[in-house]
């Protein structure tokens, strides 16, 4: 059906319930003049009187009132399905799917999604740990959390988790062995154990001290592709290792490693939880939204 056609015998649906085009008029924030020409473009497209006029009353004509028959129910029901719609716009219920790589599930997501599915039965709640580049749209996640550079220009994005921090480490029976290093290119003379990422390259060194950005591609002698086992390897004795500093706190704590390089490694914005631009927030995503800032805020204030 023309789109044009179904707005007109809504028009005309109106105007038969009110019994005046003035009525219907006011009640659809339109013109009366606007009205009666709907009116008389339907009935002259089909051929056939719909309403009888006349100065003192308006009422359906025998075609109107069976045109009526069969239009008024379907009205009342999109009617019936829109207002159920925006209902449910309310209530925290459907599906909410999250994609996240494994330190950001560790850190922030896990602890906001498993306390609002919590406190929200009613929500199905999905939650994918994976460390490759997922399209969210295609893939039909509602929400992804990711740092903010690896984000596609037409996504938005929401800052969701604290500054991060990259540390160099290296356990001390592999320091007691050479000098550490003082700057980024001394690495060139250590052994290096490399993260290989999920799109299969090897994940860059990166510094900045007083302004100046460099970037290291070190030659590592062992390369992994799992957070654990970079910090066993580094702790083993293998090499140097750049990685989160969530992931070394512990292994630094208890004197396991030790830093290198500290006044070159500066904090940089956390995760941002982005969306497609042309999404249409559901009350389960913003009640997953402010989760994860509740969660932010207590790993900031602690």
């Known amino acids: 059906m023309n789109p044009r056609k179904f707005s007109d015998l809504f ?10 085009f003035t009525a219907a008029a006011r009640s659809l924030g339109v013109t009366q003049s606007a009205v009666s020409q709907t009116i008389k473009r339907l009935e002259r497209e089909m051929g056939i009187r ?3 006029r006349s100065t003192r009353s308006l009422a359906p004509t025998a075609a109107g009132e ?45 602890p906001a999604f498993s306390r609002l599915i919590a406190a929200h039965p009613e929500i199905d709640g999905e939650l994918s ?8 749209v295609a893939e039909r996640f509602d929400i992804g959390i990711r740092l903010r550079e690896d984000l596609e220009m037409d996504m938005v994005a929401v800052p969701v988790g ?18 550490p290093p003082r700057t980024p290119r001394d690495l060139s003379a250590h052994r290096c154990i490399g993260f290989r990422n999920a799109g299969g390259t090897l994940s860059p060194w990166s510094f900045e001290k007083d302004g100046h950005a460099e970037t290291v591609k070190v030659s590592p002698s062992i390369v992994v592709n799992d ?12 090499g140097l290792a750049y990685m989160l500093e969530d992931l ?15 006044d070159w490694c ?6 941002h939880a982005f969306y497609s631009s042309r999404r249409h927030p559901t009350r389960a995503f913003t009640l997953f939204l402010e989760a994860l800032r509740q969660e932010n805020k207590k790993r900031v204030h602690g």
């Open 50 to 52: 719909l309403l009888s």
């Open 248 to 262: 070394a706190a512990p292994a630094l704590k208890d004197g396991a490693l030790i830093e290198v390089l500290a």
């Open 129 to 136: 740990v994976e460390n490759r580049h997922v399209d969210i």
């Open 162 to 179: 604290p500054p991060l921090r990259a540390v160099v480490v290296g356990a001390a029976r592999y320091l007691d062995t050479c000098d």
């Open 266 to 271: 500066p904090p940089f914005p956390g995760y």
């Open 11 to 20: 028009i005309f649906n109106r105007v038969a319930e009110e019994r005046s």
């Open 227 to 238: 957070g654990d086992a970079l910090v066993g390897a580094v702790c083993a004795g293998m």
């Open 66 to 110: 069976r045109l009526l028959e069969t239009l008024a129910p379907v009205i009342a029901e999109i009617d019936a399905k829109i207002e159920v719609l925006e209902r449910l716009r309310e209530q925290p219920g459907g599906r909410l799917r999250v994609t996240c790589g494994k330190h950001a599930a560790d850190t922030l997501v896990w």
